[in-house]
Nanobody, 114 residues
Framework: QVQLVESGGGLVQAGGSLRLSCATS????????MGWYRQLPGKQRELVAT??????TNYADSVKGRFTISRDNARTVHLQMNSLKPEDTAVYYCNCKSGLSSYWGQGTQVTVSS
């Protein structure tokens, strides 16, 4: 069982930055695809960024050039969010895709005020 714990969310003004972190329960990051997703109330969860086991990254068009996904060891993935906009306000979830399984963290709230 893979456990994912997000941290780093909070309240920030538009134009500001936040760094989200996702800590895993096992050394799985380099063997699987890790990702960040977000969800607004009443809307479907949407992809923000992913990183494959080989390090290939993929970003939603809405965050390209502003957000960066990275990993700094075998157990932590980050999402650096710069130039934040009010429309980035959402609950952000860490995800791990391992074979046919998909694991989610509990989510962390990001609120960007205008």
């Amino acid at each position: 069982q893979v456990q994912l714990v997000e941290s780093g969310g909070g309240l920030v003004q538009a134009g500001g930055s936040l760094r989200l972190s996702c800590a895993t329960s096992a050394n799985i990051i380099r063997a699987n695809t890790m990702g960040w997703y977000r969800q607004l109330p009443g809307k479907q969860r949407e992809l923000v960024a992913t990183m494959s086991s080989g390090g290939t990254t993929n970003y939603a068009d809405s965050v390209k050039g502003r957000f960066t996904i990275s990993r700094d060891n075998a157990r932590t993935v980050h999402l650096q969010m710069n130039s934040l906009k009010p429309e980035d306000t959402a609950v952000y979830y860490c995800n791990c895709k391992s074979g046919l399984s998909s694991y989610w963290g509990q989510g962390t709230q990001v609120t960007v005020s205008s």
